[in-house]
């Protein structure tokens, strides 16, 4: 969406205690309550508000870092600052798709393959896959996206020799069902799931478009096959501002 229009000048009270990076980041917040800034909707450049609010660009940029800091606004690279949309309930229960559960909430879902390759499981990835520490394992980093706004940043492990075609399978077909069928697994469930919650480290914080220190929620999943083995372990991080995890009975 583009931006909006803030050609008028809004004044900042000067001299009354209130730093002027805060009344803007506070106006902007009234706007987003109010819903004159919708979700998805993409803020006015640095240059437009420093010109709204009479002041220069690193007053707005910090004011713009204090949204972010709240959970209201994501800076995307090389695109703008967008308002965050309303999180996306997604369930976990047996049976867990990411691409479903997207869709189901009426979003586009995507993703993008960070790495992919084969390494040895460390000590809980070997417990929960049912193999012995140091066994080869494939390993696949995505982050999933939901209309282009990141709500996932993942970590999944299978266990080899079973799967070792996944790698390219996952390159070809997209999602993790559709490799995991090309690799002999007709259907699969949710076994175990546990959620945590932490800050966001700065790499993660990067990957998901997120400020620093934002809280995440933590999933860790194992998947198994319809004979009850092990085929799949993830850790999974979700911003909390962007997902609300749903437990189904």
Excluded at 49 to 71: I, K, M
Excluded at 109 to 122: H, I, P, R, S, V
Excluded at 211 to 231: C, H, K, M, W, Y
Aim: charged share 25%; aromatic share 4%; proline share 5%.
């Amino acid at each position: 969406m583009r931006p909006t229009d803030d050609s008028h000048v809004t004044e900042i009270a000067r001299g009354r205690g209130i730093a002027a990076w805060r009344q803007i980041a506070d106006e902007i917040e009234a706007d987003i309550r109010a819903g004159r800034l919708g979700p998805g909707m993409q803020l006015p450049t640095e240059s437009q508000l420093a010109t709204r609010f009479g002041v220069n660009r690193h007053t707005v940029r910090r004011s713009l870092a204090e949204l972010a800091s709240r959970g209201l606004v994501r800076a995307t690279q090389g695109r703008g600052t967008f308002v965050e949309d309303r999180p996306i309930a997604y369930p976990i229960g047996t049976r867990t798709r990411f691409s479903e559960n997207v869709s189901r909430a009426g979003r586009e879902a995507g993703g993008k393959l960070l790495d992919a390759f084969e390494t040895t499981a460390d000590r809980q990835v070997a417990a929960q896959l049912g193999i012995a520490e140091g066994a080869p394992v494939v390993r696949l980093d995505t982050v999933r996206m939901a209309d282009g706004t990141p709500i996932s940043l993942g970590t999944a492990h299978f266990p080899l020799p079973r799967f070792a075609g996944l790698i390219e399978a996952y390159r070809s077909l997209g999602t993790v069902t559709a490799a995991l069928q090309a690799c002999g697994v007709a259907d699969y469930r949710r076994h175990e799931t546990r959620v945590s919650a932490r800050a966001a480290g700065p790499e993660e914080a990067l990957k998901l478009d997120l400020a620093p220190g934002r809280l995440l929620l933590t999933v860790e999943s194992l998947n198994v096959d319809a004979d009850g083995a092990p085929i799949q372990f993830t850790r999974a991080a979700f911003p909390v501002d962007r997902v609300e995890l749903v437990m189904e009975s």
